[in-house]
């Protein structure tokens, strides 16, 4: 006998023929339209309002022949911070291993010189994705700080942050975070460092 495969409908499928001159619309019955995805990526967010830049920094990069470009090489150095802060995000994301983000909390993070960000500049960008965070996912920005001094502190401890020294890094990385927070938020995160 003749082995008839399960997944055959016998069925034969029609096909559309488009009308002469112009091309026929694809029936989609059945099709659902996408759902916009409710879950917002802060790093996305950060990168559309505060570094806009950062989508056209490869194109900004090339170098024609025969062409100087004075600033290139701050280009490349921003691009290179840009990164960083992508990859340092995606770690309090719990996207990437520390061990995978080492280069970038090593460049963000160091105490010694060269820096390469003001602590200013790296807070800010932390709390604007700390903001975000607290929307999208309705937690207390206390925790989540609280959750990337904890993150930063694993890291260093594992030693993965190279010219980082703790003692002189914490203690401005707090003070910088706290003027940015409301007095319950500081008094509930200054309680939860307590416990750390």
């Not at 001159?21 to 029936?27: F, I, L, V, W």
């Not at 060269?114 to 996912?137: D, S």
């Not at 190279?162 to 500081?186: K, M, R, S």
Request: proline letters at 8%; aromatic letters at 8%.
């Amino acid at each position: 006998g003749t082995v008839r495969n399960p997944w055959q409908t016998g069925a034969v499928p029609q096909v559309q023929v488009p009308p002469i001159g112009g091309y026929a619309t694809p029936q989609q019955g059945g099709y659902y339209p996408q759902a916009s995805n409710p879950s917002i990526n802060p790093l996305a967010q950060l990168q559309a309002t505060k570094r806009s830049s950062i989508t056209r920094a490869v194109s900004d990069e090339i170098e024609y022949k025969g062409e100087k470009n004075p600033f290139s090489a701050l280009q490349k150095k921003n691009l290179d911070v840009n990164q960083a802060i992508s990859e340092l995000l995606d770690y309090f994301d719990d996207r990437r291993a520390p061990l995978f983000t080492s280069d970038a909390l090593s460049k963000l993070l160091r105490t010694k010189p060269p820096t390469h960000i003001n602590q200013k500049e790296l807070v800010e960008t932390i709390i604007n994705w700390a903001r975000n965070k607290t929307a999208v996912m309705g937690w207390p920005i206390a925790i989540i700080l609280l959750r990337v001094i904890t993150l930063i502190r694993q890291a260093e401890t594992s030693q993965l942050i190279e010219d980082f020294d703790g003692a002189v890094f914490y203690p401005g990385f707090i003070q910088e975070l706290t003027n940015y927070c409301t007095p319950p938020e500081v008094e509930e995160f200054m309680r939860g460092l307590s416990s750390l």
